[in-house]
């Protein structure tokens, strides 16, 4: 049975991608703004952190941060296996 998990290339890809929407986000909350820019609604829901609407900023950033340290645990097991 052949697995379909990420490959190393592709979990850093995505942390880059967090990267980017946690800094957008932050952006968005030291500007108090409220409207999420659509290329950032694009990349939170293709890596799966959006569910519902209506989310806020900080839980959305609350999200994103669960997230990273999940593909970092990934990562880190990789690099062990070797």
Same mark, same amino acid.
């Given at each position: 049975?052949?697995?379909?998990?990420?490959?190393?290339?592709?979990?850093?890809?995505? @942390?880059? *991608? =967090?990267?980017? /929407?946690?800094? &957008?986000?932050?952006?968005?909350?030291?500007? !108090?703004?409220?409207? $999420?820019?659509?290329?950032?609604?694009?990349? @939170?829901? *293709? =890596?799966?952190? /959006?569910?519902? &609407?209506?989310?806020?900023?900080?839980?959305? !950033?609350?999200?994103? $941060?669960?997230?990273?340290?999940?593909?970092?645990?990934?990562?880190?097991?990789?690099?062990?296996?070797?």
């Amino acid at each position: 049975m052949v697995e379909d998990r990420p490959t190393q290339l592709q979990l850093d890809q995505q @942390l880059r *991608e =967090l990267d980017v /929407v946690l800094e &957008a986000l932050e952006w968005m909350n030291l500007k !108090q703004e409220t409207a $999420l820019p659509a290329s950032v609604a694009r990349l @939170l829901h *293709e =890596l799966g952190l /959006v569910d519902r &609407a209506g989310l806020s900023g900080p839980e959305l !950033q609350v999200r994103v $941060l669960d997230k990273q340290q999940h593909i970092r645990r990934r990562l880190s097991s990789i690099r062990r296996q070797g």
